[in-house]
C-alpha cells in the first residue's frame, strides 16, 4: 500500500488537525487552510487530514466535465424513497422509526413533491424557524429535523442529483448552510444538577420499592434507561464488581426485544461503586431465595422475550424483574417520574444521569453523560 502525501498537513494547538494547499486553476493561484473536511467534520486524525487535503486539492482542479451537471432531476420524494431501500442498512431500529415518523408526518407534505435541487438554505432555515419558534416545537425535536436535511441532501449528492455548488451552500459553507434558529432564553438544554437535599429525597423515596435497581444503575452508573432494564444477570460480576453492557431492551412492533446497544462504543464495562455492589449481592441472595419459594409463580409468570441473538429467554433472567417473575420495561419508571413531580416538585427524569465516585474516576469509566458532577447526580431534561 502505498504512503499518503502528508504535505501541508500539521497538527493544531487543541490536538485536532489541519491543511493547507496552493494549486493554479486557469491561471489563477487558489491558497486555501482548512481545519474540517468536505462534510463539515473536525479532522481528528493525520490520516484524515491528509485524505481531505487530497480531496479538497482534487476539488479545486476539477472541472465542469469531470463534475456534470446532474442529468436527472429528482424530487425529495424519490431521493428519500433510495436512501430507504439502498443507504440505511444497519440503522437501529428506532433510527429507522423516527425518520419514518418525521418523513411521514411532516416532510413528505412539505417538500415530497419539490425537486431536490430547487430547494435553498434560506427556506429551510425559514421552516426550522417555523417549527421552533411559531409552532413551539422543542428545540432537540427540531434538531431532528436539521438531521433529516442533512442526511436527504448528503444522499441526493452522492447520487449526483446535486452539483458540488449547490450542496456547499447547504452543507457545507459555515456562511450559508442550513442550521438551528438561535435558542430561546427562556429554553434550558443543559444538564441539571440536583442538590444535596434532593438527592435525599430521590434516595429515600426509591429505597425499597420495585425500581430502586433502576433508580441506582443511573444514579451510579449513568445507563440509558434501555441499558438498564435489558442488563441480565450474567453480565453482572459481583466477584469483580463489574458490569456489562452489551444489549438494551426495545419494544419493536409491540413485542419486547433485547437488541443490540444504540451505537458500536456503546459496548462497556462499568465498574461499580462500593454502594451499588453492596446492593447487587444482597439482591442475589434475595433472588435465590424467590427462585425456591416463588418457583411455580415465577414459571407462571414468566415471559419469553427474544435476546441479541434471536433466541427466547425468561424475563427471569434480566436484573429488573420483579420477585414474582413478572417482566419490568422501560415503562416502569413513568409512575416514580409522575409521583416525584406531584409530590416533591422534583422535575425527574431517567435518561443520563450518575453520579461521581472516586473509584469510578481511578478507573476512568466511561458513563454515558456529558459532565459528572462531584456532589449531585447530573441528568439530561
Excluded at 230 to 251: A, P, S
Amino acid at each position: 500500500m502505498s504512503k499518503l502525501n502528508d504535505t501541508g498537513v500539521y497538527q493544531l494547538n487543541n490536538g485536532k488537525w489541519a491543511y493547507r494547499y496552493a494549486v493554479m486553476v486557469n491561471g489563477v493561484r487558489k491558497e486555501a487552510r482548512k481545519t474540517k473536511d468536505a462534510f463539515g467534520k473536525p479532522l481528528n486524525t493525520k490520516t484524515a487530514a491528509t485524505k481531505a487535503r487530497q480531496t479538497a486539492i482534487e476539488l479545486e482542479l476539477s472541472t465542469d466535465k469531470l463534475n456534470p451537471a446532474p442529468i436527472v432531476r429528482k424530487t425529495v420524494t424519490e431521493v428519500f424513497q433510495e436512501y430507504c431501500d439502498k443507504g440505511r442498512s444497519g440503522k437501529a431500529y428506532q433510527t429507522i422509526r423516527k425518520q419514518d415518523s418525521i418523513w411521514n408526518n411532516h416532510f413528505s407534505i412539505k417538500f415530497g413533491k419539490r425537486y431536490i435541487d430547487g430547494i435553498n438554505a434560506a427556506e429551510v432555515i425559514d421552516y426550522l424557524t417555523e417549527l421552533y419558534y411559531t409552532e413551539g416545537r422543542a428545540y432537540r425535536y427540531v434538531e431532528s429535523f436539521l438531521k433529516m436535511f442533512y442526511l436527504i441532501f448528503g444522499q441526493a449528492y452522492s447520487r449526483n442529483y446535486l452539483d458540488v455548488d449547490i450542496y456547499s451552500k447547504l452543507c457545507v459553507n459555515k456562511d450559508t448552510k442550513i442550521h438551528m434558529p438561535k435558542l430561546k432564553t427562556d429554553d434550558d438544554t443543559d444538564i441539571v444538577a440536583f442538590s444535596k437535599e434532593e438527592l435525599v429525597i430521590l434516595d429515600d423515596y426509591f429505597h425499597g420499592t420495585n425500581a430502586e435497581t433502576a433508580y441506582l444503575l443511573g444514579r451510579y452508573c449513568g445507563l440509558r434507561i434501555n441499558e438498564c432494564y435489558g442488563l441480565k444477570w450474567e453480565n453482572v460480576d459481583l466477584k469483580n464488581g463489574t458490569i456489562l453492557i452489551d444489549r438494551q431492551m426495545q419494544y419493536q412492533e409491540s413485542l419486547i426485544k433485547l437488541v443490540s446497544l444504540k451505537t458500536r462504543n456503546a459496548k462497556r464495562t462499568i465498574y461499580m461503586c462500593d454502594s451499588l455492589q453492596a446492593h447487587f449481592k444482597k439482591l442475589a441472595k434475595r433472588r435465590e431465595r424467590e427462585q425456591a419459594e416463588y418457583a411455580a409463580l415465577r414459571e407462571q409468570n414468566q415471559r419469553l422475550i427474544t435476546d441479541l441473538d434471536g433466541k427466547k429467554i425468561s424475563s427471569t433472567e434480566l436484573v429488573n424483574c420483579l420477585y414474582d417473575g413478572k417482566i419490568q420495561t422501560v415503562n416502569s419508571m413513568k409512575y416514580p417520574t409522575r409521583e416525584i413531580k406531584s409530590k416533591f416538585k422534583i422535575d425527574f427524569k431517567y435518561h443520563l444521569y450518575a453520579i461521581h465516585t472516586e473509584r469510578s474516576w481511578r478507573r476512568k469509566i466511561r458513563l454515558r453523560i456529558y459532565y459528572v458532577i462531584k456532589w449531585g447526580m447530573a441528568i439530561f431534561r
